[in-house]
């Protein structure tokens, strides 16, 4: 049947994937498999909005640290890149203490800890059952459809608009789309490029929905994050030349079309794009990350303190300059020079490339469509030559980590844990 692929298969692989979930579920105490519910529909909890999906990542965070605490587990802090995160935290810390502002910047450095620390709970206790992670990545991908949906009926419901915003109310469903479900996109990359025939349509099929739906959101950073990390999943796991062009040709028919079709996302996503790159003043976004590095040369050993660039720019740079000081400075590197000075960037370089290495040696395990694709999720996501949101905000910090803890829990299976 190698190439055929009914709805009854479809069907079967689902049915098989949540009676394995269900099995690992009832081997836990009662207390910790309702623990496990609560974590398996973190990806609706994202869908309604900030604050819950807050609680929910604080809520992991928080029960993770008491578990830990109770058992005497302290295994997980022996890794470099868990390691290496407290150190960022405590120079975190330390700067917003010796801020020129400290009474914001302590607040905002304390509590991001929570944002790591659910990656931490995700790879080292809820998501370290290989069964439970793949029922965490189906829900995931479940969420995904639902937003795919969500903003279908915006379209159809309210006509085409320059940038989407449902079910927020906020600029940031793209943003959901992305960071969010880059984990799924890049493993279901790798999945339809081991198939053959309906499956590989099946699953290309829901990797373009999302894609074409980000790209409709109007968000060029998150669509072009995730167009990309499409694409070197392509490069990393097919071997052969000829098909890597043909799967890239094939992915470039989408967006090409919808640009056809769409004259204002032609607009936003080319020529807009291209005006706006930050390589000379007068540049949007050159304007907006200038700001950082005159901060940094002001403060360069542990910078203003985080999320002191909203309120001390204005006072710190001048207005003869020409640059305006937005909230952050659309930047996570330079954000993290100002903010915390030139220890902030190297121990921010350090946690997150230990991360990157981290998913990187599982990869070198085996060839596996997750261990050998999960360092992707964390390279893309903290790309340094792209604008970015607010490194210590609350919205990209609760979609970016749930990405990260993902990955992460790939890297820590076990190799007899996989099939």
């Not at 000379?280 to 403060?299: C, H, N, R, T, V």
């Amino acid at each position: 049947m190698r190439g055929k692929f009914s709805n009854g298969d479809a069907m079967r692989l689902i049915s098989d994937l949540l009676d394995d979930g269900k099995k690992a579920l009832f081997e836990l105490s009662r207390a910790d498999r309702y623990f496990h519910l609560f974590w398996l529909l973190g990806p609706f909890f994202l869908l309604i909005e900030r604050t819950p999906g807050d609680i929910y990542i604080s809520t992991v965070a928080l029960a993770f640290i008491i578990r830990s605490l109770k058992r005497r587990d302290t295994a997980w802090l022996e890794f470099f890149w868990v390691k290496s995160i407290f150190i960022f935290w405590g120079v975190c810390l330390l700067s917003a203490i010796l801020s020129p502002d400290p009474s914001y910047a302590i607040g905002e450095a304390f509590i991001w800890i929570r944002f790591p620390l659910f990656a931490m709970a995700t790879a080292f206790w809820l998501g370290a059952d290989k069964r439970l992670l793949l029922l965490m990545l189906f829900s995931t991908a479940s969420a995904l459809l639902v937003m795919c949906g969500i903003l279908a009926a915006e379209l159809a419901i309210e006509g085409f608009k320059t940038r989407l915003s449902w079910p927020y109310d906020d600029l940031v469903p793209g943003n959901y789309l992305t960071k969010v479900g880059l984990p799924v996109i890049v493993f279901s990359t790798a999945l339809s490029l081991s198939m053959k025939g309906s499956k590989a349509l099946l699953v290309g099929g829901f990797c373009l929905l999302v894609m074409g739906m980000t790209m409709m959101t109007g968000e060029r950073i998150n669509f072009l994050i995730m167009s990309c990390a499409s694409l070197l999943t392509i490069f990393i796991w097919e071997p052969s030349w000829k098909k890597r062009f043909l799967f890239i040709g094939l992915i470039s028919i989408f967006p090409i079309a919808i640009s056809i079709l769409f004259s204002d996302v032609f607009n936003r996503y080319v020529i807009e794009f291209v005006y706006e790159l930050p390589i000379y003043k007068g540049s949007q976004y050159y304007d907006a990350m200038a700001p950082a590095w005159l901060i940094f040369e002001q403060f360069p050993i542990l910078g203003i303190g985080p999320g002191n660039f909203r309120y001390l720019c204005a006072d710190l740079i001048l207005p003869n300059l020409g640059y305006p000081c937005k909230n952050h400075p659309h930047n996570f590197y330079l954000q993290i020079l100002s903010e915390t000075g030139f220890l902030g960037f190297v121990s921010s370089i350090v946690f997150v490339g230990a991360m990157i290495l981290q998913c990187v040696r599982g990869g070198g395990r085996t060839r596996h469509i997750l261990y050998s694709t999960a360092w992707i999720v964390p390279f893309a996501l903290f790309w340094p030559i792209r604008s970015s949101a607010d490194f210590f905000g609350q919205w990209n910090n609760i979609f970016l980590w749930s990405a990260i803890a993902l990955a992460l829990a790939v890297a820590h299976l076990k190799v007899k844990e996989t099939s």
